[in-house]
């Protein structure tokens, strides 16, 4: 039922404003939201849809008189790309701009953290002198034949 009222009245609200239509949809969610039976979504549904004038908004959308306020803004120039922004930098470019940051640096200390304990680690955990020699799991890692 909710679809059927809300398909009526969104289809044919064909606001000749985007700023309107939005208006009209916000009030129409109202009006669904505060609707106690079905016979009520029935009566939204056929009434038209809200008419809305941005210079004298309703009290439910005051909060938004700012949004309606905005005049349609158009380019006066040509498009120029920042290129500071971080999709049109090289990778090098970024890579120094983050490591600038001082939210970057936890996470290069803590690969590099991790990268040496488990290099070093991995070379303390393996046998030295007389036991490397006696192992037979080296022996055969390394391809030294082992002495049964």
Request: hydrophobic share 45%; glycine share 8%; proline share 3%.
């Amino acid at each position: 039922m909710i679809k059927t009222v809300a398909g009526k009245r969104f289809f044919s609200a064909a606001a000749a404003n985007p700023k309107i239509a939005i208006a009209q949809n916000i009030m129409l969610l109202k009006e669904i939201a505060n609707a106690a039976d079905e016979a009520a979504l029935d009566k939204i549904a056929a009434s038209g849809a809200s008419a809305i004038d941005a210079s004298a908004l309703p009290k439910d959308l005051e909060h938004l008189e700012s949004y309606f306020k905005l005049t349609d803004l158009k380019a006066t120039g040509n498009f120029t790309p920042d290129s500071k922004a971080w999709q049109n930098m090289g990778a090098w470019d970024f890579a120094g701009t983050e490591m600038q940051r001082s939210e970057t640096w936890p996470f290069v200390v803590g690969v590099v953290s991790v990268l040496v304990f488990i290099g070093g680690g991995i070379g303390m955990a393996l046998p030295k002198g007389e036991a490397r020699e006696n192992s037979k799991y080296l022996q055969m890692l390394e391809g030294r034949a082992h002495h049964h």
